[in-house]
């Protein structure tokens, strides 16, 4: 059984920093694209930021750019995201979301997988 579990929100004043973490556990896995999305009650949710396989490649929402940074250490299957100048905007539900490829029996089976969220709430 695949699970992602999150660690690292909290509560930080304005222009502080936060690091999130998300490891996915089980075994025989791959970890293809992770992406962290961000969810405040009423609205849709909004991903943050997105990272292959191989990290070569990252991408923003434009109103993180330049503060958070995404990144993923392969070796122990998580990833994380550094926030830096924390804003009270960035008050959210923070969760991590992956493409996993599980190896049954002989097959390599790939299927989206949610972590459980974690909350940062940023005070002015």
């Known amino acids: 059984q695949v699970q992602l579990v999150e660690s690292g929100g909290g509560l930080v004043q304005a222009g502080g920093s936060l690091r999130l973490s998300c490891a996915a556990s089980g075994s025989m896995l791959i970890i293809n694209g992770m992406r962290w999305y961000r969810q405040t009650p009423g609205k849709q949710r909004e991903l943050v930021a997105a990272m292959t396989h191989g990290g070569g490649s990252a991408n923003y929402a434009d109103s993180v750019k330049g503060r958070f940074t995404i990144s993923r250490d392969n070796a122990k299957n998580t990833v994380y995201l550094q926030m830096n100048s924390l804003k009270p905007e960035d008050t959210a539900v923070y969760y991590c979301?992956?493409?996993?490829?599980?190896?049954?029996?002989?097959?390599?089976?790939?299927?989206?997988?949610w972590g459980q969220g974690t909350q940062v709430t940023v005070s002015s």
């Open positions: 979301n992956a493409d996993i490829s599980v190896l049954r029996s002989t097959i390599w089976k790939q299927d989206d997988y």
